[in-house]
């Protein structure tokens, strides 16, 4: 037995449940570094001299592993527990960065794709998914709310990332022209920071002792009755489920509608307003970009908090029926004031973010908590193909009509009704979820796998809330 075993992470007598979100989130926000790597792109292409499509190679290929690991490693996690899973996260997640500094010094970007890209990336993938379950069986009452914390933390590890990253590179020497030893000196203190911090989720974090429930709960048989199952689904089984492939395709193109925009947005402000009176500056354009990673961080909290209370179809309605026409707000008079570009921009985000933080407890209603983390991981697939889908068509869209001699607003019509459509798409596929057929059960009594109740462990008494 080992301090990573699943039996030595049981919460004792007089643990908070409130200890555990901050245990998520230090891992969270550390690898939300990932959406700050644009800030390595412009000092690798003038160091390494490389072409704007080569530097995006690492983070490519970091998203592509993030979906396969989570999908092929969530078995992994339920079944050796979060302390386990965090630790694989931050051994990868760092080592990715040391292997980068070790490429970025030796001037082999091959080693920083591969550190980077396929070790962090598989860091990115098992840190994403290692808290979920945990969170939603410590706040059955508000799993919404719970895993919108997490999930939260990884919109907003840009917002740190990124300023922070930047200095480093300033300071260390990285952005001049002969600027490798400072690339170099940046990926390796973010390296051991980040294993630092992350250290923190893996000591702080804890299970639930079997059985354990807040104080007071009883079981709603209102929602028992409708899509909240009482029931609990394999990973295996839940593939055979038209549930699971419907949410599929709702994530998919909630992602691929957001992304979008996320993807183009500082050329896409500027090219809306280039030929008016008060044209957008770079920096005014750099900023929007920021208020947009801001909306994209509260809308996972906001909006999966709102779906405790609303339920998630009826979330989902609103990310992908308000969205459609919050789109097409946008394209039809989205050029005539720049608030309302700004706000329809803003709401688009909250949603995109709304949508990745509300689907594990959408997961959990239709399959239980048995193995939801595996569900998950396998359903974040959708992302990775959301992540090639959704800028493909608005930069297809944009050259194509550049070509044909347009500009400003015009570049970026055609795609938003591409985007309308694919939400409608997604409307009707969450219309069609239905309460999973009980053939796809698991018999009763379900003991989750690597339990207390298999160790042999001893009871305890409940945890404080």
């Not at 998203?63 to 092929?72: E, K, Q």
């Not at 994530?251 to 691929?256: K, P």
């Not at 309302?340 to 959990?364: D, H, M, N, Q, R």
């Not at 983390?373 to 974040?380: D, K, N, P, S």
Request: net charge positive; hydrophobic share 50%; with cysteine.
């Amino acid at each position: 037995m080992t301090f990573l075993d699943r039996s030595r992470t049981v919460a004792p007598p007089g643990w908070s449940r409130w200890l555990v979100p901050p245990a998520a989130l230090a891992v969270h926000l550390s690898i939300g570094q990932a959406y700050a790597w644009s800030v390595f792109k412009p000092p690798l292409e003038t160091s390494l001299g490389l072409s704007g499509t080569a530097s995006a190679l690492p983070f490519q290929l970091g998203i592509v592993m993030l979906g396969l690991s989570a999908a092929f490693g969530g078995t992994l996690v339920e079944r050796n527990g979060p302390r386990w899973a965090m630790f694989v996260s931050l051994v990868c997640f760092s080592s990715g960065f040391l292997i980068s500094a070790l490429g970025a010094a030796t001037h082999q970007f091959w080693l920083i794709v591969l550190g980077y890209g396929f070790v962090g990336g598989i860091g990115l993938g098992i840190g994403y998914i290692s808290p979920v379950s945990t969170l939603m069986k410590w706040f059955p009452d508000r799993p919404g709310m719970a895993t919108g914390i997490a999930i939260m933390g990884f919109g907003g590890g840009a917002l740190i990332a990124s300023p922070w990253s930047s200095q480093m590179l300033e300071s260390f020497g990285g952005l001049k022209p002969e600027g490798d030893g400072g690339i170099a000196l940046t990926f390796l203190v973010m390296g051991l920071a980040y294993a630092v911090f992350m250290a923190l989720g893996v000591l702080l974090v804890r299970v639930p002792p079997p059985g354990w429930k807040p104080d007071g709960r009883q079981p709603d048989l209102r929602k028992a009755s409708a899509l909240i199952t009482t029931a609990d689904v394999s990973a295996r089984n839940a593939l055979r489920t038209p549930q699971f492939w419907c949410l599929w395709v709702v994530l998919c193109l909630n992602v691929t509608a957001g992304i979008g925009i996320l993807e183009k947005a500082a050329p896409m402000i500027k090219d809306y307003f280039a030929d008016t009176p008060a044209p957008v500056s770079v920096s005014a354009a750099a900023g929007f970009v920021a208020l947009l990673s801001l909306a994209n961080m509260t809308g996972r909290l906001l909006w999966a908090s709102t779906s405790d209370l609303i339920g998630r179809k009826s979330m989902y309605r609103i990310y992908l029926g308000a969205g459609a026409l919050t789109y097409l707000a946008l394209a039809r008079f989205g050029n005539d004031s720049k608030p309302l570009f700004i706000v329809c921009a803003l709401v688009i985000l909250s949603f995109y973010g709304g949508g990745f933080a509300t689907v594990p407890a959408y997961l959990k209603d239709l399959f239980g908590t048995y193995q939801v983390g595996a569900i998950h991981g396998r359903l974040l697939t959708a992302w990775s193909t959301a992540g090639v889908l959704g800028p493909l068509i608005v930069n297809r869209v944009a050259d194509s009509q550049e070509q044909a001699g347009h500009s400003g607003p015009s570049l970026y019509t055609t795609s938003m009704y591409i985007m309308i459509g694919l939400l409608l798409v997604g409307f009707v596929a969450n219309e069609l979820v239905r309460p999973v057929a009980p053939r796809f059960h698991e018999p009763r009594p379900t003991v989750p796998e690597g339990s207390l109740a298999m160790e042999g462990g001893p009871a305890h008494a409940a945890p404080q809330q």
